[in-house]
């Protein structure tokens, strides 16, 4: 299974921006995705997730109505949109995928994809 993120870039504070990332090679319909972030100097964390049903979502706090994540099965795609960027945000986001139990947990996961840079000027 390989996950390709793609969509980071430059951007200024308060634009907007949608990640994606395409999996090939597994059943993606049946996986549970998400999206973590790292900022430099800091560990990984979690930013967004969706069932592999589509019907349930998880945000961390801070882009809670900001981030949207979504997926679309029949492009072996899952997206994150994010919306009034802050300069807090930047960082590089990494797509997981086929989650179990817990979808906040990194270590739950049992596919990742390198990173897409996301930087947000001030």
């Known amino acids: 299974v390989q996950l390709q993120a793609c969509g980071g870039g430059l951007v200024q504070a308060g634009d907007s921006l949608t990640l994606s990332c395409l999996t090939s090679?597994?059943?993606?319909?049946?996986?549970?995705m998400g999206w973590f972030r790292q900022a430099p100097g800091k560990e990984r964390e979690f930013v967004a997730a969706?069932?592999?049903?589509?019907?349930?979502?998880w945000y961390t706090n801070s882009v809670k109505g900001r981030f949207t994540i979504a997926r679309d099965n029949a492009k072996n795609t899952v997206y994150l949109q994010m919306n009034s960027l802050k300069p807090e945000d930047t960082a590089v986001y990494y797509c997981?995928?086929?989650?179990?139990?817990?979808?906040?947990?990194?270590?739950?996961?049992?596919?990742w994809g390198k990173g897409t840079e996301v930087t947000v000027s001030s």
């Open positions: 997981g995928g086929d989650w179990s139990r817990e979808p906040r947990n990194g270590k739950k996961y049992n596919y």
């Open positions: 090679g597994g059943t993606f319909e049946y996986f549970g």
């Open positions: 969706i069932h592999w049903a589509g019907g349930q979502t």
